[in-house]
Nanobody
């Protein structure tokens, strides 16, 4: 069974850090671009970051630049999202998604660009 599983979500204070993981089972991530998305209550899901299959190219939305870093370890079949300087507005369920291609698509924030999705992990930023 092809599956993506996110982990690492937690309750953290403003200014804190978290590292999310996205682990694949049933397939190898080497051939897949990975996107990170988030959905806050009452809001649409939005793209946060994207990483190429090799890991050499990454994209972040403006709100994540300078704070979030996406990386991958293909040997471990896992992609990471390091989030620093967290703000209350970062509170959301975070999802990873896989698209079978080598580079992030031009419209990488669109759900339909991706083939597989994880179930999400909750990140809450509050004092």
């Amino acid at each position: 069974q092809l599956q993506l599983v996110e982990s690492g979500g937690d309750l953290v204070q403003p200014g804190g850090s978290l590292r999310l993981s996205c682990a694949a089972s049933g397939f190898t991530l080497n051939y897949y671009v990975i996107g990170w998305f988030r959905q806050a209550p009452g809001r649409e899901r939005e793209g946060v970051s994207c990483i190429s299959s090799s890991g050499r190219s990454t994209i972040n939305v403006d709100s994540a630049k300078g704070r979030f870093t996406v990386s991958r370890d293909n040997a471990k079949n896992t992609v990471y999202l390091q989030m620093n300087s967290l703000k209350p507005e970062d509170t959301a369920v975070y999802y990873c998604a896989a698209a079978r291609r080598s580079i992030c698509p031009p419209f990488w924030t669109r759900d339909r660009e991706y083939d597989y999705w994880g179930q999400g992990t909750q990140v809450s930023v509050s004092s």
